[in-house]
């Protein structure tokens, strides 16, 4: 006696599908296409918006980070008279930073670098000794709104 598979009992016949099977079949693989689909769009909705978040902080510390080491490095340092830009002295080396078409540049050799992109406004101000400065800067990068103040003496304690 041979032993035969359930579905090979079902195909025996070989009369092959009928219509309504495959309009069935197509509806149930279609309205699962439909299910998936309608769960990953919203979450590559929100993945974009993080991931814009995300490089929006990540241009406002990486401009952080560059004013705060050239500041602290440098001599020399001096705001412009609107507080625009902040000129200084690095290695005898003079470079000007400042905003220009949502930009925040650095001039160096007269050649303008980008800091970061999406800074709207910035505004310098150098307060105390020559010896012993502090730089206050207001900058805007969309709705961040950052004021820091840097001391540039290097502070060597164990």
Request: include cysteine; proline fraction near 3%.
């Amino acid at each position: 006696m041979e032993k035969r598979f359930f579905l090979c009992k079902l195909f025996e016949k070989n009369e092959g599908f009928t219509l309504i099977e495959v309009l069935i079949s197509s509806a149930i693989f279609l309205s699962l296409v439909v299910a998936i689909c309608s769960l990953l769009v919203p979450w590559g909705r929100v993945f974009n918006s993080l991931s814009q978040k995300i490089e929006e902080e990540e241009n406002l510390l990486g401009s952080v980070n560059t004013l705060f080491q050239l500041v602290r490095y440098s001599n020399n340092l001096q705001s412009s008279s609107d507080g625009k830009e902040l000129s200084m002295n690095l290695s005898s080396n003079p470079l000007k930073i400042y905003s220009q078409g949502g930009s925040l540049l650095l001039k160096n050799k007269g050649v303008a670098n980008p800091v970061a992109e999406g800074c709207s406004e910035v505004c310098f101000t150098v307060e105390g000794s020559k010896e012993k400065p502090l730089v206050s800067a207001h900058l805007v990068f969309g709705k961040e709104v950052l004021d820091i103040k840097i001391n540039s003496c290097l502070l060597l304690s164990p």
